[in-house]
């Protein structure tokens, strides 16, 4: 599974963006899509996470602020991020896998939010 990110940039504090990731390459029960992100000299975390069936989870940074969907037909996930904080800087990673994320992973998408 190829997964094919993109959609990050630099927008001001307060503003919106959307990533989206495609996956494609030989067909595999992907049940798990989401997004991790690394900021210079921090941990990688987990963003957010949605199965095939549509359950949500997020981290608690961003609940409330951003909202991940799915079109299982087009193999796409997305990530809709309000109300950007300079602190969502980060590079975003798009994941997935058969029970939870990790077992794919695209190259990542740089969001950068000014102050």
């Known amino acids: 599974v190829q997964l ?27 049940n798990v899509m989401g997004w991790y992100r690394q ?3 921090k941990q990688r975390e987990l ?3 949605i199965t095939s069936g549509g359950t949500t989870s997020y981290g608690d940074s961003v609940k409330g602020r951003f909202t991940i969907s ?31 994320l990790g077992d794919f992973w695209g190259q990542g998408t740089q969001v950068t939010v000014s102050s």
């Not at 990110?5 to 989206?20: C, F, I, K, T």
């Open 47 to 49: 963003v957010a996470a």
């Open 39 to 41: 900021a210079p000299g």
């Open 70 to 100: 799915r079109d299982n037909a087009k193999k796409m996930v997305y990530l809709q991020m309000n109300n950007l904080k300079p602190e969502d800087t980060a590079v975003y990673y798009c994941s997935s896998g058969v029970e939870a």
């Open 4 to 30: 094919q990110a993109s959609g990050g940039g630099l927008v001001q504090a307060g503003g919106s963006l959307r990533v989206s990731c495609a996956a494609s390459g030989r067909p595999l029960n992907i």
